[in-house]
C-alpha cells in the first residue's frame, strides 16, 4: 500500500526490501509479490523478522526470502507439512518445517507451479504449521 505524504510516496518496510534489492533478486521478489497478491487477492504484505511475509487476517501463507550468500529467492509456506502438491519442486533445506520454492532467475520460475502452490496454502492456512499424529 502507498501511503501519499507531501507528494511523496512512502513505502512500507515490506516493499523497501523489495525495491532496494540488487538484480536479479528484485525482479524475482517483484514477481512472487505479484503472483501472491493476484491469486490471494484479501492478502496483507507485512514486514516481519526483516521480510515480506504474506496474510490473510492473522493466518501466515508464506514469506519472501532473497539469499545474496546463495545467490537465490525463497516463497517460503509456513503450512508446507499440509501441502500435497510440486513437493517435488521444494527444498527444505535447513528447515524442520518450513517448504519452499527456490530461484535464482525469473526464467526458473514456473507459474502454474507457482500459482497452484500459492492457492493450496491459502486453502490450507487455518492447518496450522504441523501434521498431528
Known amino acids: 500500500m502507498f501511503i501519499f505524504e507531501t507528494n511523496q510516496f512512502i513505502l512500507n518496510p515490506a516493499e523497501e526490501y523489495i525495491l ?6 528484485k525482479s524475482i521478489l517483484l514477481h512472487l509479490q505479484m503472483t501472491v497478491q493476484r491469486v490471494i487477492p484479501d492478502v496483507e ?7 515480506p511475509c504474506f ?6 501463507i508464506c514469506y519472501l526470502n532473497a539469499s545474496h550468500k546463495g545467490k537465490f529467492v525463497d516463497i ?11 513437493l517435488d ?45
Not at 532496494?20 to 533478486?25: M, T
Not at 496474510?55 to 501466515?60: A, F, I, M, Q
Open 45 to 51: 504484505m507485512k514486514y516481519k523478522w526483516r521480510i
Open 20 to 25: 532496494n534489492q540488487p538484480e536479479p533478486y
Open 89 to 133: 519442486k521444494m527444498t527444505t533445506e535447513k528447515r524442520k518445517v518450513v517448504k519452499s520454492l527456490r530461484y535464482s532467475s525469473l526464467k526458473e520460475i514456473e507459474d502454474n507451479v507457482l500459482q497452484e502452490v500459492i492457492a493450496e496454502a491459502y486453502e490450507l492456512r487455518a492447518n496450522g504449521f504441523y501434521t498431528r499424529k
Open 76 to 86: 517460503a509456506f509456513w503450512n508446507s507439512a499440509h501441502l500435497t502438491k510440486h
Open 55 to 60: 496474510y490473510v487476517g492473522k493466518s501466515p
